[in-house]
């Protein structure tokens, strides 16, 4: 009689009792012999024997004890061994018979039930875990009321993929004039973007299941059970005739296959091979549709992406600014906003937020206003959520900081704000702060750059120029003895733009054009003492920016250390 799945549970709880149980039956049954009842000191096992009045003696092997039988009772007493072969010299030196016993047959036996048993539990375990999968993964079609229409921006994906939701309600009008639809689609973009919403959509639009799980949940310890997970899952979408199997985080189980002997992950390599042979396996007029999500397209293998796999890529993109406006509308409509709040302005100040980030951004707003017992949601609390969110909220203790920690702060934000307006005029400073943020910042200087399609190499040095100020500003003020590690995050990035500037860009003259990242994991030494070279005679560059502007830098720390915060529309009248 089968199992039912609910009662799979309290099947393996019984079985670990059992397996439990045997093992401790197992390990300590011949450390306390079961037929002892009383405890017989050694001394006084001495003193029988020498008046004869001990029957027999049992020794067993590895154990703490020696059982004696009295002539004067069938009792057996458990006494101290101690573990020397003179011990047995003596008893057999009083004519006592010496018996030895082992307990190698019930081990075996315990062993022959144990081992069953464990792996009766370790077979439920993996049954019920994989059962779990799909059964999660499954949700009903009414569950999937998503629409095109809800996903905000993504016009250009929204549009690749309308002629896949037409194959999937009906395959034999594109089978019939010969037409081969792709067997999956790949979405690929930053974290935040709205792959799992864009599927989730199709589904929706297509009316059919919508099976959806993590690539990390078909990886597992043992090798094998990644692979069946994957048939599992496909034999269960396969019975809905037509469906949506979409998988996030793709990368996990189908990053590149090492080429070295030895460099493959078994595992891996078994659960990637069952998902390349189930998707080779769907028919033609199939109505299933496999989707994978990554944002790492360039580690994934290349066996995913050639035609008859995942063979059609499309880009989830970070939202410009007609598409950030309309996924601000789209979560605002369900929230109170105040008419002071500027969802025009709003949008064009979140340059590279993505729509995740765009939501928390309201939502942080709606806390705001709601620890302000407001029943409203103004500017005032847009705008400090938007601080939240870039930089973490303001301390409301700074009385530990020095008025020395202070100006230097203020004189390195100063630095950044006055760059930003030499070399970036179209950049528009929404914020310049001395105030410490609970994610470890002395202060920040946020600028918004305007939507652009390309970066331009003198824009590309001006940023490291501006990135560099704060530093060149701590030196030139306080003298080279005197920086501190506050330009730590900013050398970080100005590294990582240079190495782009030259290899990924080829954009330096002496580099010339051509790009050195297939040279990874091992780092090209003359690539980094190239990029250290450059950086250091743009930091030169810099301090001589500085320098000729010095009077300016002079009063941005001063207003500063006077308001802390300055607004973009203040630091414009201070550099007027």
Request: charged content about 25%; glycine content about 6%.
């Amino acid at each position: 009689m089968p199992i039912k799945r609910k009662h799979i549970k309290y099947v393996i709880a019984v079985l670990l009792i059992v397996i439990v149980l045997l093992t401790v039956n197992l390990f300590m049954g011949s450390y306390f012999p079961p037929n002892s009842k009383k405890t017989l000191s050694y001394n006084d096992f001495i003193a029988y024997m020498d008046e004869n009045q001990v029957a027999e003696v049992i020794a067993g092997e590895n154990v703490s004890f020696l059982e004696v039988r009295l002539t004067a009772s069938d009792t057996l007493y458990k006494v101290p061994n101690p573990q020397s072969p003179a011990i047995y010299d003596l008893i057999l030196a009083h004519d006592i018979p010496l018996v030895y016993e082992t307990s190698k047959s019930g081990s075996a036996v315990q062993l022959l039930i144990l081992i069953p048993l464990l792996g009766m539990a370790v077979y439920f375990t993996l049954k019920k875990s994989k059962t779990a999968l799909i059964r999660n993964a499954a949700k009903n079609k009414s569950a999937v009321s998503l629409m095109l229409n809800d996903v905000a921006g993504n016009t250009e994906a929204k549009a690749m993929v309308e002629d896949m939701i037409a194959f999937i309600k009906d395959p034999d009008k594109y089978v019939n004039v010969g037409a081969h639809m792709p067997r999956g689609i790949l979405f690929y973009g930053p974290p935040g973007t709205g792959k799992t919403l864009m599927a989730k959509a199709i589904a929706g639009e297509a009316g059919v299941p919508f099976y959806a799980c993590s690539g990390s949940d078909f990886m597992q310890t043992y090798v094998g059970v990644g692979a069946s997970r994957v048939r599992e899952l496909f034999q269960t979408a396969k019975k809905s005739e037509k469906a949506v199997i979409f998988i996030d985080e793709i990368d996990a189980i189908g990053k590149k296959r090492g080429k070295q002997p030895g460099a493959s992950h078994d595992e891996r390599d078994q659960t990637l091979n069952a998902l390349l042979t189930e998707m080779s396996g769907f028919h033609e007029r199939d109505g299933v549709v496999v989707i994978a999500a990554t944002n790492r397209l360039d580690t994934l293998d290349e066996a995913l992406t050639r035609p008859g796999r995942f063979d059609r890529l499309i880009e989830i993109a970070l939202p410009d600014v007609n598409a950030r406006q309309k996924i601000l509308e789209l979560h605002a409509a369900s929230k109170p906003l105040d008419e002071t709040v500027d969802m025009e302005a709003l949008a064009k100040s979140t340059v590279s937020f993505s729509g995740a980030m765009l939501e928390n951004l309201l939502n942080e707003a709606a806390i705001f206003a709601a620890n302000e017992n407001q029943d409203r949601i103004a500017q005032t609390h847009i705008d400090k959520a938007f601080f939240t969110v870039i930089a973490g909220a303001e301390k409301s203790d700074t009385s530990f900081i020095s008025e020395q920690d202070r100006k230097i702060t203020a004189y390195h934000e100063a630095g950044h704000a006055l760059l930003t307006r030499l070399l970036l005029p179209d950049s528009y400073i929404s914020k310049v702060t001395i105030i410490p943020s609970t994610r470890g910042a002395g202060g920040f200087s946020l600028s918004i750059p305007k939507d652009t399609l390309y970066m331009t190499k003198q824009k590309m040095l001006a940023n490291m120029k501006v990135l560099l100020a704060g530093r060149a500003s701590e030196e030139v003020i306080f003298g080279r003895d005197q920086i501190t590690t506050g330009a730590g995050n900013d050398i970080e990035k100005v590294s990582a733009h240079m190495v782009d500037y030259i290899s990924a860009y080829g954009m330096d003259d002496e580099f010339g054009i051509f790009n050195s990242r297939h040279l990874q994991p091992s780092p090209d030494a003359d690539l980094l003492t190239l990029c250290r070279s450059k950086i250091n005679a743009i930091y030169q560059e810099t301090k001589a920016e500085v320098t000729e502007n010095l009077v300016s830098l002079h009063l941005l720390a001063s207003a500063l250390l006077e308001k802390e915060s300055l607004s973009g529309s203040e630091i414009d009248q201070i550099l007027i």
